[in-house]
C-alpha cells in the first residue's frame, strides 16, 4: 500500500544537526512532489519545504530558509531534510507528505506517522 | 504570505450535529484551500482539496464550499469519529500556510 516512513528524529542540542529521512513505497515516487510539515507540541501545522518530483525546484518556509535543505534521491524513493543550526523552537514532529496531482497539487494527500525532534 | 484564520478555535457538539467551520484568507485566491483532520497522536487526513472536492475514501457527510477569501467546511451529521481537530490548508502559492485549527469536542 502507498505508505511513507520517517525515521532519524531524536534529541540535539540547540546549534547541531539532524537529517531526517522518509522512505517511500506503494507508489512512483518519482514522480510527486514531496513536502516536509512540522507540529510543534501542542501547536498547529506549519509547512517546512517542497521539493519537486525531479529535486529541481525548492521552496522553504521563511523559519527555516538558510538552515534546512531538502532533497531526495528518487533511485531509493527516499527524502530527505537535512536541519543545522537548530534552534529551541525547531522542536516538533516532522512529518513528510505527498503532492497531490492536478487539482489536488500543493495539498497533501499521503503522509508519514511523524519523527520526533526535540532540540534542547 | 497569505494568512489563514479559523473560526471557531472549538466547537462543542452532540452526535447528528451540522458543524461548519470557516476559514477566511487574507488574500482571496480561487479554490486552492483543502481541509485536513487530525485526531490525537496520528498524522493529519486530507478530507477535501480545490475548496470542495472530497478525497477518495470520506464520508459524503464532509463537505466544502467557497472561494476567494472566504471557504467553510460543513460536517452533516457529526459521528463519533468525528471528534478531532481540523485544519485549513491554502494551496495557492509559497509559502504554504494552515488555518490555526478547529477543535470539535463532544
Known amino acids: 500500500q502507498v505508505q511513507l516512513v520517517e525515521s532519524g528524529g531524536g534529541v540535539v542540542q540547540p546549534g547541531r544537526s539532524l537529517r531526517l529521512s522518509c522512505a517511500a513505497s506503494?507508489?512512483?515516487?518519482?514522480?510527486?512532489?514531496m513536502h516536509w510539515v512540522r507540529q510543534a507540541p501542542g501547536k498547529g501545522l506549519e509547512w517546512v519545504a517542497r521539493i519537486s518530483y525531479d529535486g529541481n525546484d525548492k521552496d522553504y518556509a521563511d523559519s527555516v530558509k538558510g538552515r534546512f535543505t531538502i532533497s531526495r534521491d528518487n533511485s531509493k524513493n527516499t527524502l530527505f531534510l537535512q536541519m543545522n543550526s537548530l534552534r529551541a523552537e525547531d522542536t516538533a514532529v516532522f512529518y513528510c507528505a505527498r503532492d497531490g496531482i492536478a487539482a489536488a497539487r500543493s495539498a497533501f494527500d499521503i503522509w508519514g506517522q511523524g519523527t520526533m525532534v526535540t532540540v534542547s | 504570505d497569505i494568512q489563514m484564520t479559523q473560526s471557531p478555535s472549538s466547537v462543542s457538539a452532540s452526535v447528528g450535529d451540522r458543524v461548519t467551520i470557516t476559514c477566511r484568507a487574507t488574500?482571496?485566491?480561487?479554490?486552492?484551500l483543502a481541509w485536513y483532520q487530525q485526531k490525537p497522536g496520528k498524522a493529519p487526513k486530507l478530507l477535501i482539496y480545490?475548496?470542495?472536492s472530497l478525497q477518495s475514501g470520506v464520508p459524503s457527510r464532509f463537505s466544502g464550499s467557497g472561494s476567494g477569501t472566504d471557504f467553510a467546511l460543513t460536517i452533516s451529521s457529526l459521528q463519533p469519529e468525528d471528534f478531532a481537530t481540523y485544519y485549513c490548508?491554502?494551496?495557492?502559492?509559497?509559502?504554504?500556510?494552515f488555518g490555526g485549527g478547529t477543535k470539535v469536542e463532544i
Open positions: 506503494g507508489f512512483t515516487f518519482s514522480t510527486y512532489a
Open positions: 488574500q482571496g485566491f480561487s479554490s486552492w
Open positions: 490548508q491554502q494551496a495557492n502559492s509559497f509559502p504554504l500556510t
Open positions: 480545490a475548496a470542495s
